[in-house]
């Protein structure tokens, strides 16, 4: 498979590491490495190690006692340790109705809707990715506007210059 090497590579990856980890299918570094591998993802170990760290993936028994990677979540549902959202993922958003079209770079779709799924914005009932599009649905049947609004906030406002993550909270650094 090929090399995915555009510049929203580690947000697919990350975002790919996430949905096998809440798969219950990693059960160690070495786990990870091959998989992403399998995926597409050029990973060495230390890579895997650093994506395990940054999105908050913790080694814990499953119910059959077998050790496997989870990720932590808050009571609210939210990711324990917040995703930040990178300034540069959403290019474009277009309100219709109760829905927002957000475009992202190819590869950040899937990482952005994940994002947005984990996080607590109450307006939101749950996106759809694709490779380059996500779809996100309002609750309020006229809010397409309003949340077109809200997400475009956070792709002026970087981390850098805020410091927010998509949860509202204090993104690490």
């Known amino acids: 498979m090929a090399k995915v090497l555009n510049s929203t590579?580690?947000?697919?990856?990350?975002?790919?590491?996430?949905?096998?980890?809440?798969?219950?299918v990693v059960h160690?570094?070495?786990?990870?490495v091959k998989l992403l591998k399998k995926a597409g993802f050029e990973v060495t170990q230390a890579?895997?190690?650093r994506d395990l760290e940054e999105v908050g993936a913790v080694r814990s028994r499953n119910s059959v006692g077998e050790l496997i990677y989870q990720i932590g979540t808050t009571s609210d549902g939210a990711i324990s340790k917040s995703i930040p959202l990178p300034s540069d993922l959403i290019l474009s958003v277009e309100p219709s109705g109760n829905l927002a079209v957000v475009?992202?770079?190819?590869?950040g779709a899937q990482f952005l809707a994940s994002a947005l799924d984990n996080s607590g914005i109450s307006s939101i009932i749950g996106t759809i990715a694709g490779d380059d599009t996500v779809l996100v649905v309002s609750k309020k049947s006229n809010g397409g506007a309003e949340l077109a609004k809200e997400l475009l906030s956070?792709?002026?406002?970087s981390n850098k210059s805020t410091g927010r993550s998509l949860s509202g909270r204090k993104a690490r650094k």
Do not use: E, M
């Open 28 to 32: 160690s570094q070495s786990d990870l």
């Open 103 to 107: 475009r992202t770079p190819p590869g």
């Open 154 to 157: 956070f792709s002026r406002t």
């Open 47 to 49: 890579t895997a190690s």
């Open 9 to 24: 590579s580690v947000s697919a990856r990350r975002a790919k590491a996430i949905a096998l980890i809440k798969a219950g």
